[in-house]
Every structure is written in structure tokens, then in C-alpha cells.
């Protein structure tokens, strides 16, 4: 079957940095993403990869190693409006996207 | 800015209610979806769609069906409302299709109970 993996939950202080990872088993890969959702409201796009390697964008950065089925997202500079969940997801063979159940991020002042 | 506009936030119907759920894109995006979202659960699709008048089951169709007569509407029909269906029901749509940029916008999603 396919599955994605994240933790649950994360506390992280402000202005620190904090790693949220992924692991992934899927049929077929065709990129994977990070989406940020707030209590409440719609999740809002952050990033997509589809080589291995880091992508940053900002205080922001999402690492992918394929060949692991591994991806994390990187968020530096901590600031209390990063508290939110993280949605990791993966594009499949038939470019239907696998979602996990998401990392709630708890920033402390 | 774009936008994904979910007519209702918080529903609450009966068990056996005919409920609707609308969704409403204004970025003549052809690609349109809406999921469920439960608490320690990925977010599961129900419906989605390609194109005008077109619809695919997704992972959890039963129980569930869809309208999607012009390009920007989407509409999610619960033909009778079960307590199993309380959830939060989030639209999205998309530009691409069949590419791995595929790029979701989301609604702000619509919170039903079912009592």
C-alpha cells in the first residue's frame, strides 16, 4: 500500500530552527510537496520537489533524497506565526497525490 | 488573488438531510476536487474533476456525489447525511493535470456536523 509518515507533533522555540521530516513509500514518484495550514483555515502551497537536493525558498527549505523515500522541510528563524500544521504530500504514478496526516508545529516564546 | 470560495464554513444537519456543499474558483482553473480532513488522517479525496460536466471517485466516493455544470462551480452532494459524515470538506482546484507541478489552491473548507 502507499503511505506517508510524518510525527504528529513538534514544539519548537521562537527564532530557532526546526526540521519536520517525511518518509514515503508510493507507487511511483512524481514529486513531492509541503503545504502549511493554519488552525482554521485553508493549507497554502510552500513547496514542491521533484530531484533530490535542498530547495530554499526564504526562512524556508524542503530537502527530497528519492533513492530514502525521505523528504524534510526546514524552517529557520522561528517566528509564533509559523505555529501551524505541515502537510507532507506525494505524487503518484497516476499523479493522484498521497497525503499524510500532517505535523502540528507548536512555537514557544 | 486568486481564490477558492467555500459558501458555507460551519454546517450543522440532521441524520437523512440532503446536503449541499458549494465551491466556487475564480482562476478558470480546470481541474477541481474536494477532500475530507479528520483529525490524525491524510487528507482523503472524494470527488474530483477535469473538466465541465465530468467527475472521477476518488479514495472515499460512498455516500457522496457531485455537480460540476460550469468551469468554476463544483458542488459536493451528500444525498443523506449519516453522523460518519461530520468532517471538514475542503475544495481545491488546480491548473496542470498529469504533471507533478500540479499546485493546489484551497478553500477555506466547510465544517459539517451531522446530528
Known amino acids: 500500500g502507499q503511505n506517508i509518515d510524518q510525527p504528529t507533533e513538534m514544539t519548537a522555540t521562537e527564532g530557532a530552527i526546526v526540521q519536520i521530516n517525511c518518509t514515503y513509500q508510493t507507487s511511483g514518484f512524481n514529486g513531492l510537496f509541503w503545504y502549511q495550514q493554519h488552525a482554521g483555515e485553508a493549507p497554502t502551497f510552500l513547496s514542491y520537489?521533484?530531484l533530490d537536493g535542498l530547495e530554499e525558498k526564504g526562512r524556508f527549505s524542503s530537502f527530497l533524497s528519492r533513492s530514502k523515500g525521505y523528504s524534510y522541510l526546514l524552517l529557520k528563524e522561528l517566528q509564533m506565526k509559523d505555529s501551524a500544521s505541515y502537510l507532507c504530500?506525494?505524487?503518484?504514478?497516476?499523479?493522484?497525490?498521497?497525503w499524510g496526516a500532517g505535523t502540528k508545529l507548536i512555537i514557544k516564546p | 488573488d486568486v481564490k477558492v470560495t467555500q459558501s458555507s464554513r460551519y454546517l450543522v444537519k440532521r441524520t437523512g438531510e440532503k446536503v449541499f456543499l458549494e465551491c466556487v474558483q475564480d482562476?478558470?482553473?480546470?481541474?477541481m476536487f474536494w477532500y475530507r480532513q479528520d483529525p490524525g488522517l491524510g487528507l482523503r479525496l472524494i470527488y474530483f474533476s477535469y473538466d465541465v460536466k465530468m467527475k472521477e471517485k476518488g479514495d472515499i466516493p460512498e455516500g457522496y456525489s457531485v455537480s460540476r455544470e460550469k468551469k468554476e462551480r463544483f458542488s459536493l452532494i451528500l444525498e443523506s447525511a449519516s453522523t460518519n459524515q461530520t468532517s471538514m470538506y475542503l475544495c481545491a482546484s488546480s491548473l496542470l493535470r498529469d504533471s507533478g507541478a500540479n499546485v493546489l489552491t484551497f478553500g477555506a473548507g466547510s465544517r459539517l456536523t451531522v446530528l
Open positions: 520537489n521533484v
Open positions: 482562476m478558470d482553473h480546470e481541474n
Open positions: 504530500a506525494v505524487m503518484d504514478s497516476n499523479y493522484q497525490l498521497i
